[in-house]
């Protein structure tokens, strides 16, 4: 049989404390098991190697044989009883007498090897086989617009082949990742689910510009409106706002609307607050008398 380097297979050095080789095994075992991998003959395959490593280095007893004679510490006993000295043996190279390779060679074959662990630890095989294990953790990607991220609604969703309904929470960010627990991978050997992290993709908005919780906007302004002043509507997600606009308003200009931005991510009746600029939007084809009116108009203003 070739040499198996258990410490290798769990993935951890020779001076590992028990805790650490536990730590190794359950977190390789979960990994490869099977129920997690299925129709997956190298995960099945690794799974038997790891629980194999550590059946051998979890028990301290032969961990001390294999540490000691290799490859064959399963003939410990016999050695012992034969007086059979491993670092003697690599001083002499020519001893008498039963040989440490006689066992490995004549004794037990590879196919001997897993009767041999199921004649002597096949109870603690079964134990630890019916060791419980969470479920593997699901990922999954969810687009919304700025006007479904703006209220609170319920969605559904189709992760791994299962339709679940959740409540997605008003004022959610892009990027933002929730947690939706149990809905994961199912737990192994009755052991808990995994969880879900979704994260979320929201587009952009061709009206308004979001940053945290704030929202921005630009208006077209009028040029009579800014010259002279008056009131226009604009459109929040909140429905439409009437805005009192000062006579000579300035392109640019800058309004804060308080309350009227995105809400705050689950504080009820908060929110963030709309900044709107003023851009002045100048007319178009003008009229014969639109025109001689701007030109009075601007010999008026030369004139002062």
Do not use: C
Not at 3 to 25: C, F, G, N, R, V
């Amino acid at each position: 049989m070739d040499y198996i380097d258990y410490y290798k297979t769990l993935e951890i050095t020779k001076s590992a404390t028990e805790a650490e080789i536990k730590k190794a095994y359950r977190k390789l075992a979960r990994k490869y098991h099977p129920d997690l991998n299925p129709n997956d003959k190298e995960a099945e395959k690794k799974f038997k190697e790891i629980n194999e490593a550590n059946e051998v280095l979890g028990n301290p007893e032969n961990r001390k044989k294999y540490d000691k004679y290799g490859k064959d510490w399963k003939h410990a006993d016999e050695f012992e009883k034969a007086g059979y000295n491993p670092n003697q043996q690599q001083r002499s190279g020519q001893q008498s007498g039963r040989g440490f390779s006689d066992f490995s060679s004549g004794d037990f074959s590879e196919s001997d090897f897993s009767d041999f662990f199921n004649s002597m630890y096949g109870s603690a095989r079964s134990s630890r086989s019916q060791s419980k294990y969470r479920g593997q953790d699901f990922n999954a990607e969810l687009e919304l617009d700025l006007v479904s991220a703006y209220t609170t609604h319920k969605q559904n969703l189709t992760v791994n082949g299962k339709n679940i309904r959740i409540t997605i929470p008003a004022g959610v960010e892009n990027g933002q990742i929730i947690k939706i627990p149990g809905h994961g991978g199912p737990g192994v050997n009755g052991g808990p689910n995994g969880d879900l992290y979704i994260t979320f993709l929201i587009a952009n908005n061709p009206d308004f510009k979001r940053e945290g919780n704030n929202l921005y906007a630009e208006i077209n302004l009028d040029l009579y409106t800014a010259i002279l002043g008056g009131e226009i509507y604009i459109n929040t997600f909140d429905g439409k706002v009437k805005i009192k606009v000062p006579p000579e308003t300035q392109t640019g200009t800058k309004v804060k609307l308080k309350g009227k931005g995105f809400p705050v991510y689950k504080k009820e009746n908060q929110f963030g607050d709309l900044y709107v600029t003023y851009t002045l939007k100048i007319p178009t084809k003008l009229s014969v008398k639109e025109k001689e009116l701007f030109e009075e108009l601007a010999k008026i203003r030369n004139h002062e």
